[in-house]
């Protein structure tokens, strides 16, 4: 069996491969509310790294200034992304990458093709990377004849597993250790290296297995794919920061090195990398520093891969840029904080979200760059309770909360440019209920009215449509019999007559 005939047959087909196709929010969220061992896992995992981050947060004397200077470093580079962005491919040419830019994620998907094909191969490995998990890039490699292995222990879980990544940090947050050795043991044979076959569930363990497994791939390699960070302006250095080393050799022993990184990602000076340095592994992982940062400027004679490229990708982000309130969301580095805090995201996990970006930063920045058309897309902001939790963690201060009214707000106007909707109709009315103290004091006489016919109940059963899609899911209170303003007006004559 070939190295890519193995790969067609480990990555599943369409839909289930891909966010594509997949139901919206609100019935993926039914499903997984069911699945009791996956609420326990997110239970487990998130509250660890909450607390490990709280804990970090906690040692830094002006962890808000931090807070605030990278919130204001990265609306500055949202202001001039423009110049940076010419800035920064001026100096990675200087020093020797070659820089491509694309307009979406087909673009961007030919160009890593063209580039590993030109490089007669059919086999890449890949480090952890949200920008070509954004583009699909795997599958477009897959259909080219190209297997992407991936190598940080998540994803290869997560691959392995034929599965989805469902946390922006921790792809596999949803399988426990049990569930990892099961899935070793059925499919690292099939693909490399299989696991010992009296393996246990303990990490040591499977971490071992992995590494055995991967490091056949990375000694033969000729190609990696990775992501980025950040990117420097004023020097065009890459940054890439990681937990397990598998980066490393992934930027150290290929002889080429393809990097797809969002037009987003830069920071305009190497001064102002050391913040983002500190706010980064404190808000994700829970730790003072992350034990790999690679950091590469251009070529190396001698040293690294000596052919390399970056791929500047757009793919909707130009659209978010020209948004005033939305654009703010551009300023995520990634941490996953927002989603550890989450109450909806730690019940339901990230498959419900339809997209390669979960939780509440998935809720407002996917219906950014993918629109608000689809099914998954326009519900996505109805995602969360409003609790600003997310708010309080985000290390560079995206005030999702904030952002996830605006959505609604266009979510709304979406549906009703053509012809006014049931719910649009309805809160006309109510707008004229609250307009005048007449018109709401008439509205009373009727609730008194159903106060009395069904004073016996507390609650409303399901109500008829078009109220019965929200009365479903919800106890609606029987009106009371008596209005505030009637017992005011009581009130007031009882004290008047005493």
């Known amino acids: 069996m070939t190295v890519t005939e193995s790969r067609r047959r480990l990555t599943p087909a369409p839909p289930s491969g891909t966010y594509l196709g997949m139901p919206a929010f609100p019935k993926s969220a039914k499903a997984a509310l069911d699945n009791q061992q996956l609420r326990k896992n997110l239970h487990h995992a998130t509250s660890v790294i909450r607390a490990k981050r709280a804990t970090r947060a906690s040692e830094v004397a002006n962890w808000e200034e931090l807070r605030e200077a990278g919130e204001q470093i990265k609306n500055r580079v949202g202001r001039h992304l423009d110049q940076y962005l010419v800035q920064a491919e001026a100096a990675m040419t200087a020093a020797g990458i070659k820089v491509h830019w694309a307009r979406d994620a087909e673009e961007a998907n030919r160009i890593v093709i063209d580039l590993v094909k030109s490089k007669n191969t059919t086999e890449v490995v890949k480090i952890k990377s949200m920008a070509t998990q954004e583009i699909d890039l795997n599958e477009a490699l897959e259909e080219a004849g190209i297997a992407a292995w991936e190598t940080d222990l998540a994803e290869l879980i997560v691959q392995l597993g034929h599965d989805r990544p469902s946390h922006i940090l921790v792809p596999a947050i949803h399988r426990n250790r049990s569930e990892v050795r099961e899935i070793f043991l059925e499919e690292m044979g099939q693909w490399g290296t299989p696991a010992p076959q009296g393996i246990s569930d303990n990490p040591p363990e499977l971490a071992g297995a992995a590494r055995v497994h991967l490091r056949e791939k990375f000694l033969r390699a000729k190609v990696a794919v990775s992501g980025g960070n950040f990117i420097v302006a004023e020097t065009g250095s890459l940054v890439i920061v990681e937990s397990e080393g598998n980066g490393r050799m992934c930027l150290t022993l290929p002889e080429t090195l393809i990097s797809v990184v969002g037009i987003e990602k830069l920071v305009p000076t190497f001064e102002d990398l050391e913040v983002f340095l500190r706010l980064l592994p404190r808000s994700s992982t829970g730790e003072r520093m992350n034990p790999y940062t690679s950091i590469w400027t251009g070529v190396t004679p001698g040293d690294g891969p000596q052919d390399l490229h970056v791929v500047l990708v757009d793919n909707g982000r130009t659209n978010v840029l020209a948004d005033p309130v939305g654009r703010e969301a551009l300023r995520c580095i990634r941490c996953s904080a927002c989603m550890n805090v989450c109450p909806v995201y730690e019940r339901v996990g990230g498959h419900t979200y339809g997209s390669v970006y979960p939780g509440p930063i998935g809720a407002i920045l996917t219906p950014q760059l993918r629109g608000v058309a689809s099914a998954v897309d326009k519900s996505l902001p109805y995602a969360s309770s409003l609790c600003g939790a997310c708010n309080d963690v985000c290390p560079v201060k995206i005030p999702i909360a904030d952002i996830l009214v605006h959505m609604r707000n266009k979510v709304v106007q979406k549906k009703t440019e053509h012809r006014p909707t049931v719910e649009s109709l309805i809160f006309k009315v109510v707008a004229w209920v609250f307009a005048k103290s007449r018109n709401f004091a008439f509205v009373q006489f009727f609730t008194k009215m159903a106060g009395r016919m069904f ?44």
Do not use: N, Y
């Open 455 to 498: 004073g016996k109940r507390s609650h409303f059963g399901a109500l008829p449509w078009p109220a019965s899609g929200w009365s479903s899911a919800r106890d609606l209170p029987v009106p009371p019999k008596q209005t505030f303003r009637d017992w005011w007006k009581e009130r007031e004559r009882e004290e008047a007559s005493k």
